[in-house]
């Protein structure tokens, strides 16, 4: 297949897909081109920590959990064209109190959604399953989250009731700790 240049937004209502072929046994697999979408027009919604959360869709939630408490997040509907940002304001060292992400409704992560964690000090990812509808951060009670200020989360819809979700972790080498994980 021959290369092609364009000049001027290529544009797509459902995401781009990457096709990669094995070449022993030609095997094709596509997957999702995703990373964290341009934040260009989304609203700002500075939202307080509490048991329960609502993101808002369209904009760029900013959330200063700190781990003191339990909080659950109630994601708006997957609907084709969503995205829906999560950003973390403070640092993440006051508890080991959970942080759930709830997707809407019958609503489920992409299978095969990849997020990073730290269990302990060493980089881990996992890995949705198939009709998971959650997803829990640990963090831990200290100074050490990859979770931390900034950190950010996006979930972007491509298909009605499907997430697909791309992060952005803080980057300091001191940041090793607290745990992500799919869950049904």
């Given at each position: 297949m021959a290369n092609t240049t364009f000049k001027g937004p290529v544009r797509s209502t459902r995401g781009f897909q990457i096709a990669t072929r094995d070449s022993s046994s030609d095997v094709e697999t596509t997957r999702m081109s995703s990373g964290m979408p341009d934040l260009t027009g989304l609203s700002l919604n500075d939202l307080a920590t509490g048991a329960s959360i609502t993101l808002t869709d369209m904009a760029l939630n900013v959330v200063n959990y700190t781990g003191a408490a339990a909080a659950a997040v109630a994601l708006p509907a997957a609907k084709e064209g969503s995205v829906c940002v999560y950003v973390q304001a403070d640092e993440t060292a006051g508890g080991t109190n959970t942080l759930t992400f709830n997707a809407a409704g019958s609503d489920v992560w992409k299978t095969g959604s990849v997020i990073e964690s730290r269990a302990t000090n060493e980089v881990t990812f996992d890995i949705s399953a198939e009709g998971e509808t959650?997803?829990?951060?640990?963090?831990?009670?200290?100074?050490?989250?990859?979770?931390?200020?900034?950190?950010?989360?996006?979930?972007?819809?491509?298909?009605?009731?499907?997430?697909?979700?791309?992060?952005?972790?803080?980057?300091?080498?001191?940041?090793?700790?607290?745990?992500?994980?799919?869950?049904?």
């Open positions: 959650q997803l829990v951060f640990t963090p831990a009670n200290a100074a050490t989250n990859l979770f931390t200020i900034g950190s950010k989360i996006a979930f972007i819809c491509y298909e009605d009731g499907v997430w697909d979700i791309a992060a952005e972790m803080g980057g300091a080498p001191t940041l090793l700790t607290g745990a992500f994980a799919f869950a049904a």
